[in-house]
Protein backbone atom coordinates (compact mmCIF):
# COMPACT_ATOMS: atom_id res chain seq x y z
CA UNK A 1 0.00 0.00 0.00
CA UNK A 2 1.17 3.61 -1.01
CA UNK A 3 0.45 6.78 1.17
CA UNK A 4 -2.12 7.72 -1.88
CA UNK A 5 -4.01 4.71 -1.23
CA UNK A 6 -3.98 4.71 2.39
CA UNK A 7 -4.85 8.55 2.22
CA UNK A 8 -7.66 7.43 -0.24
CA UNK A 9 -8.91 4.55 1.76
CA UNK A 10 -9.12 6.79 5.24
CA UNK A 11 -10.92 9.51 3.20
CA UNK A 12 -13.67 7.23 1.84
CA UNK A 13 -14.07 6.03 5.52
CA UNK A 14 -14.75 9.17 6.25
CA UNK A 15 -17.09 9.90 3.58
CA UNK A 16 -15.05 13.07 2.72
CA UNK A 17 -14.38 14.55 -0.98
CA UNK A 18 -10.95 15.11 -1.83
CA UNK A 19 -11.32 18.76 -1.79
CA UNK A 20 -12.42 18.43 1.97
CA UNK A 21 -9.55 16.12 3.02
CA UNK A 22 -7.07 18.64 1.57
CA UNK A 23 -8.33 21.99 2.54
CA UNK A 24 -5.78 24.27 3.73
CA UNK A 25 -2.73 22.33 3.03
CA UNK A 26 -2.45 21.65 -0.65
CA UNK A 27 -4.16 21.94 -3.47
CA UNK A 28 -7.20 19.84 -5.13
CA UNK A 29 -5.39 19.00 -8.23
CA UNK A 30 -2.14 17.66 -6.63
CA UNK A 31 -3.93 16.10 -3.55
CA UNK A 32 -5.55 14.25 -6.45
CA UNK A 33 -2.18 13.47 -8.16
CA UNK A 34 -1.05 11.98 -4.29
CA UNK A 35 -3.53 9.91 -4.30
CA UNK A 36 -3.30 8.19 -7.64
CA UNK A 37 0.42 8.25 -7.13
CA UNK A 38 1.77 10.19 -9.85
CA UNK A 39 2.90 13.18 -6.94
CA UNK A 40 4.71 12.81 -3.76
CA UNK A 41 3.29 14.49 -0.31
CA UNK A 42 5.95 16.25 1.59
CA UNK A 43 5.97 14.38 5.08
CA UNK A 44 4.56 17.95 6.90
CA UNK A 45 1.91 18.49 4.63
CA UNK A 46 0.71 14.67 5.36
CA UNK A 47 0.78 15.41 9.09
CA UNK A 48 -1.26 18.89 8.18
CA UNK A 49 -3.78 16.60 6.42
CA UNK A 50 -3.66 14.20 8.88
CA UNK A 51 -4.08 16.56 11.95
CA UNK A 52 -7.10 18.93 10.19
CA UNK A 53 -8.91 15.46 9.81
CA UNK A 54 -8.40 14.17 13.65
CA UNK A 55 -7.04 11.25 12.15
CA UNK A 56 -4.25 9.54 14.34
CA UNK A 57 -0.67 9.31 13.23
CA UNK A 58 -0.57 5.97 14.56
CA UNK A 59 -3.97 4.56 13.00
CA UNK A 60 -2.86 6.07 9.62
CA UNK A 61 1.03 4.42 9.34
CA UNK A 62 -0.13 1.11 11.13
CA UNK A 63 -1.01 -0.57 7.99
CA UNK A 64 2.15 0.07 6.84
CA UNK A 65 5.23 -2.30 7.68
CA UNK A 66 8.38 -1.27 9.61
CA UNK A 67 10.74 -1.03 7.15
CA UNK A 68 8.18 2.08 5.18
CA UNK A 69 7.26 3.73 8.68
CA UNK A 70 11.83 3.47 9.45
CA UNK A 71 11.58 5.76 6.36
CA UNK A 72 8.89 7.84 6.79
CA UNK A 73 10.79 8.72 10.13
CA UNK A 74 14.16 9.21 8.72
CA UNK A 75 13.05 11.80 5.91
CA UNK A 76 11.34 13.69 8.66
CA UNK A 77 14.47 13.69 10.18
CA UNK A 78 16.23 15.15 7.98
CA UNK A 79 13.39 17.84 7.04
CA UNK A 80 14.27 18.79 10.61
CA UNK A 81 18.08 19.61 9.84
CA UNK A 82 17.12 21.43 6.99
CA UNK A 83 14.92 23.51 9.03
CA UNK A 84 16.63 23.78 11.91
CA UNK A 85 13.33 22.23 13.78
CA UNK A 86 14.97 21.68 16.97
CA UNK A 87 11.23 21.67 18.70
CA UNK A 88 10.35 18.58 16.90
CA UNK A 89 13.94 17.24 17.59
CA UNK A 90 13.71 18.07 21.36
CA UNK A 91 10.21 15.85 21.49
CA UNK A 92 11.76 13.00 19.27
CA UNK A 93 14.46 13.23 22.36
CA UNK A 94 11.76 13.51 25.05
CA UNK A 95 9.71 9.99 23.65
CA UNK A 96 12.46 8.12 22.67
CA UNK A 97 15.03 7.81 25.83
CA UNK A 98 17.06 5.20 23.73
CA UNK A 99 17.74 7.81 20.77
CA UNK A 100 18.35 10.68 23.85
CA UNK A 101 22.45 10.90 22.80
CA UNK A 102 22.05 10.80 18.93
CA UNK A 103 18.93 13.87 19.32
CA UNK A 104 21.64 15.50 22.03
CA UNK A 105 24.11 15.22 19.17
CA UNK A 106 21.89 16.60 16.73
CA UNK A 107 20.35 19.59 18.53
CA UNK A 108 24.06 20.67 19.36
CA UNK A 109 25.09 20.72 15.63
CA UNK A 110 22.77 23.58 14.77
CA UNK A 111 23.36 25.37 18.09
CA UNK A 112 27.18 24.96 16.17
CA UNK A 113 28.48 23.60 19.34
CA UNK A 114 30.62 20.50 20.38
CA UNK A 115 28.38 18.25 22.17
CA UNK A 116 28.86 16.99 25.78
CA UNK A 117 28.51 13.06 25.52
CA UNK A 118 30.73 10.33 27.09
CA UNK A 119 33.84 9.06 25.04
CA UNK A 120 31.77 5.84 24.57
CA UNK A 121 28.40 7.80 23.81
CA UNK A 122 30.46 9.33 20.91
CA UNK A 123 32.04 5.92 19.65
CA UNK A 124 28.58 4.19 19.82
CA UNK A 125 27.29 7.07 17.83
CA UNK A 126 29.97 6.88 15.23
CA UNK A 127 29.88 3.28 14.89
CA UNK A 128 26.58 3.64 12.93
CA UNK A 129 28.13 5.65 10.30
CA UNK A 130 29.28 4.81 6.63
CA UNK A 131 32.67 5.63 6.23
CA UNK A 132 33.39 9.44 6.18
CA UNK A 133 35.50 10.24 3.12
CA UNK A 134 33.40 7.86 0.71
CA UNK A 135 31.08 11.03 0.23
CA UNK A 136 27.21 9.78 -0.94
CA UNK A 137 23.78 11.75 0.95
CA UNK A 138 23.97 8.96 3.72
CA UNK A 139 27.59 10.21 4.78
CA UNK A 140 27.47 13.59 3.85
CA UNK A 141 24.00 13.54 6.51
CA UNK A 142 25.77 12.29 9.02
CA UNK A 143 28.56 14.61 9.19
CA UNK A 144 26.06 17.32 8.99
CA UNK A 145 23.98 15.94 11.77
CA UNK A 146 26.46 14.75 14.10
CA UNK A 147 29.13 17.42 13.52
CA UNK A 148 29.00 18.49 17.22
CA UNK A 149 31.02 14.93 17.77
CA UNK A 150 34.28 16.45 15.97
CA UNK A 151 36.78 19.05 16.91
CA UNK A 152 37.60 21.68 14.72
CA UNK A 153 40.48 20.23 13.58
CA UNK A 154 38.97 16.98 12.33
CA UNK A 155 35.82 19.19 10.81
CA UNK A 156 38.95 20.69 9.05
CA UNK A 157 40.48 17.67 7.45
CA UNK A 158 36.66 16.01 6.81
CA UNK A 159 35.74 18.97 4.83
CA UNK A 160 39.12 19.83 3.16
CA UNK A 161 38.54 16.19 1.52
CA UNK A 162 35.18 16.97 0.00
CA UNK A 163 36.66 20.09 -1.01
CA UNK A 164 39.29 17.93 -2.86
CA UNK A 165 36.66 15.45 -3.90
CA UNK A 166 33.81 18.04 -5.16
CA UNK A 167 34.08 16.53 -8.78
CA UNK A 168 32.82 13.28 -7.61
CA UNK A 169 29.82 14.51 -5.88
CA UNK A 170 26.43 14.61 -7.97
CA UNK A 171 25.35 17.97 -7.57
CA UNK A 172 23.02 18.03 -10.75
CA UNK A 173 21.38 15.38 -7.98
CA UNK A 174 19.01 18.08 -5.54
CA UNK A 175 18.79 15.47 -3.04
CA UNK A 176 22.71 15.16 -2.78
CA UNK A 177 23.26 19.08 -3.16
CA UNK A 178 21.07 19.51 -0.01
CA UNK A 179 22.71 17.11 1.90
CA UNK A 180 25.73 18.86 0.74
CA UNK A 181 24.82 22.34 1.46
CA UNK A 182 23.50 21.51 5.02
CA UNK A 183 27.13 20.30 6.18
CA UNK A 184 28.73 23.21 4.52
CA UNK A 185 25.94 25.79 6.67
CA UNK A 186 26.66 23.82 9.78
CA UNK A 187 30.09 24.00 9.25
CA UNK A 188 30.03 27.42 8.90
CA UNK A 189 28.56 28.39 11.66
CA UNK A 190 30.94 26.32 13.35
CA UNK A 191 33.76 28.24 12.22
CA UNK A 192 32.06 31.74 12.95
CA UNK A 193 31.43 30.72 16.71
CA UNK A 194 35.35 30.14 17.25
CA UNK A 195 36.57 32.68 14.92
CA UNK A 196 38.07 30.91 12.52
CA UNK A 197 39.39 32.37 9.06
CA UNK A 198 38.63 29.46 6.92
CA UNK A 199 34.83 30.97 7.14
CA UNK A 200 35.52 32.67 4.06
CA UNK A 201 36.54 29.82 2.06
CA UNK A 202 33.67 28.55 3.20
CA UNK A 203 31.22 30.85 2.37
CA UNK A 204 32.90 31.09 -0.96
CA UNK A 205 31.88 27.12 -1.65
CA UNK A 206 28.52 27.84 -0.82
CA UNK A 207 27.83 30.55 -3.25
CA UNK A 208 29.76 28.83 -6.31
CA UNK A 209 27.28 25.35 -5.74
CA UNK A 210 24.97 25.42 -8.38
CA UNK A 211 21.63 28.13 -7.95
CA UNK A 212 19.17 25.47 -7.81
CA UNK A 213 16.06 26.67 -5.76
CA UNK A 214 16.60 23.67 -2.85
CA UNK A 215 19.41 25.15 -1.54
CA UNK A 216 18.66 29.08 -1.88
CA UNK A 217 18.09 29.72 1.84
CA UNK A 218 21.51 28.02 2.32
CA UNK A 219 23.40 30.39 -0.38
CA UNK A 220 21.48 33.22 2.10
CA UNK A 221 22.38 31.96 5.35
CA UNK A 222 26.46 32.18 4.01
CA UNK A 223 25.29 35.53 2.69
CA UNK A 224 24.55 36.82 6.35
CA UNK A 225 27.34 35.20 7.49
CA UNK A 226 29.38 37.20 4.76
CA UNK A 227 27.21 40.44 6.33
CA UNK A 228 28.30 39.76 9.48
CA UNK A 229 32.27 39.20 9.12
CA UNK A 230 32.18 42.74 6.83
CA UNK A 231 30.01 44.43 9.73
CA UNK A 232 27.14 45.20 6.61
CA UNK A 233 23.88 46.12 9.27
CA UNK A 234 22.24 47.20 6.25
CA UNK A 235 22.45 43.84 4.19
CA UNK A 236 21.70 42.05 7.43
CA UNK A 237 18.32 44.14 8.11
CA UNK A 238 17.67 42.88 4.84
CA UNK A 239 18.27 39.36 5.10
CA UNK A 240 17.05 39.45 8.29
CA UNK A 241 13.15 40.64 6.52
CA UNK A 242 13.42 38.34 4.08
CA UNK A 243 13.95 35.35 6.26
CA UNK A 244 10.63 36.76 8.94
CA UNK A 245 8.79 37.14 5.57
CA UNK A 246 9.25 33.63 4.76
CA UNK A 247 8.17 32.23 7.95
CA UNK A 248 12.32 31.44 8.87
CA UNK A 249 12.00 32.69 12.29
CA UNK A 250 13.17 29.63 14.23
CA UNK A 251 16.50 30.39 11.31
CA UNK A 252 16.63 33.46 13.29
CA UNK A 253 16.85 32.31 16.40
CA UNK A 254 19.89 30.19 15.60
CA UNK A 255 21.52 32.63 13.71
CA UNK A 256 24.14 35.12 15.45
CA UNK A 257 23.56 38.50 15.85
CA UNK A 258 25.87 40.88 14.92
Not at 92 to 120: F, G, H, Q, R, Y
Not at 134 to 147: C, P
Not at 240 to 250: A, I, P, R
Request: charged content about 25%; glycine content about 4%; aromatic content about 10%.
Amino acid sequence: MTIGERLREIRDSMNLTQTEMCAGVVTESFYSRVENGKSEINIDDLLAILKNNHISVRDFFGVFDQTMKQNIQYHRFLLAINNHDKTWLEKEKADNPTLKAELTAVIASLDNKKVNLSIEERKKIKSNFGKLGQWNESTLWNLAAFMSLYDTNELSVLVTDIYEDEDAINLNKSSMLVALANVMVNYLGRLYQEDIGAAFQTMQFIKKLPNNPVIMFHKLVATYYQALLDHDQKRLNLITKVLQKDGYDNYLAWLPKR
